[in-house]
């Protein structure tokens, strides 16, 4: 039997391929302590063959034989010699960051590892990024509803939307005019009748005493109808969230969901500050808030609704199974989904900072108490 196999894009555009440029963009970014060395370095050099220039001149002066003084100004040009300037700094992003590469941690930005340095709050979205994102099903919906219901799903990348398409028979009617609302849901006619499949207060249905997720489905024709679903945590965030909580970060978890179920997973994994349904503005604006509070935010967001917010953070990581969008808006993206890889870059970002402070110590008078707390060398 024939198996025929459509390319759908070139070799240039694949996802290694977009993985390389990633990778090489972020070996290539000019992080501010990059450019600092960089301009102090120009500065530098021509101080020190002065200097140099200057020693020799005083040893002649000073009577001293032309091969002794050529020596001392010799010794000046060596033991001032600018390049370690130079170089010490890109040297230690560049391996900051192939370190990262090696365990699955892709850096988009050239200055994401030193805004990620100054870090002192982590915000979680649910869905997808705290929890697995790995839904099932465990209401038993009529056959006929949960194909009009489904029929929607299709046409959305939501983790819910996404369940429930795959749970749903093989031949589901056809959905058009569909348009998605961020952070609420997606609506569309099928068989001329208007339907919406989202959040229930968006679709008018009553808050279901469930813990988990929950979508809401209705239409013209159609009450409003639950469908209930279960999640789980990634198994290693209690952890993570112990370890970010030990090294000092405050770490709270903003969702869009439902309040019950987001207190559910944030009491499983340990996460005291909770926001729950909050829609993309919302998000926004928390984030917003905790800067002019003079935090630094490290969010971490996988949606479609957690785009806008990635983008207002101070830095922001995505797993690798989020949304195109999301990757997009991410500073870092992280391929294994394991969260244990937000400490690893926190870790990373810390000794760089370290290191670079100690090869410029007039710049660690600007680092911020976190970052020196977290730094060796302080």
């Known amino acids: 039997m024939p198996l025929v196999v459509e390319a759908l894009r070139p070799a240039s555009r694949s996802l290694l391929a977009e993985l390389v440029r990633l990778m090489e963009q972020a070996e290539q970014g000019r992080a501010g302590l990059v450019r600092l060395a960089d301009r102090v370095a120009r500065l530098y050099t021509p101080v020190v063959h002065l200097g140099a220039a200057l020693t020799f001149a005083g040893w002649i002066l000073a009577g001293q034989p032309w091969h002794p003084a050529l020596m001392a100004a010799v010794a000046v040009l060596i033991i001032t010699c600018p390049c370690a300037l130079g170089l010490a700094v890109p040297a230690a992003q560049v391996a900051a960051v ?21 870090v002192d709050t982590v915000v979680f979205d649910k869905t997808g990024t705290l929890t697995t994102g790995a839904l099932t099903l465990v209401s038993q919906p009529c056959p006929e509803v949960h194909a009009l219901a489904a029929a929607l799903a299709v046409h959305s990348r939501h983790p819910l939307s996404r369940a429930l398409a795959g749970s749903a028979p093989e031949h589901l009617p056809a959905a058009t005019a569909i348009l998605e609302v961020p952070g609420c849901g997606v609506e569309g006619d099928i068989g001329g009748r208007r339907y919406r499949l989202g959040r229930p207060d968006w679709v008018g249905a009553p808050m279901p005493d469930h813990p988990g997720p929950a979508l809401a489905f209705g239409g013209d024709d159609q009450p409003p109808r639950l469908f209930l679903f279960q999640d789980r945590p990634r198994p290693d965030a209690r952890e993570a969230i112990r370890v970010l909580q030990s090294r000092g970060y405050a770490v709270a978890l903003l969702s869009g969901d439902r309040p019950e179920a987001v207190v559910a997973a944030a009491a ?20 917003a808030q905790l800067e002019r509070d003079g935090h630094r935010v490290l969010m971490v967001g996988d949606g479609l609704n957690d785009a806008a917010a990635l983008r207002t953070a101070h830095v922001a990581m995505s797993p690798g199974s989020a949304t195109d969008l999301a990757q ?11 969260l244990m890889s937000v400490v690893e870059a926190l870790e990373t970002a810390g000794r760089t900072a370290g290191s670079c402070a100690r090869t ?4 660690s008078a600007t680092m911020c108490w976190p970052c020196r707390l977290r730094s060796p060398g302080w």
Do not use: N
């Open 98 to 118: 192939g370190r990262l590469m090696r365990r699955g941690v892709i850096v988009k930005s050239g200055d994401a590892l030193e805004r990620l340095a100054a």
């Open 360 to 363: 410029l110590p007039w710049r």
């Open 328 to 338: 997009t808006a991410a500073d870092i993206v992280f391929q294994d989904g394991a």
């Open 268 to 287: 499983e994994a340990g996460i005291e500050q909770v926001h729950a349904g909050a829609t993309p503005l919302d998000k926004q604006a928390h984030l």
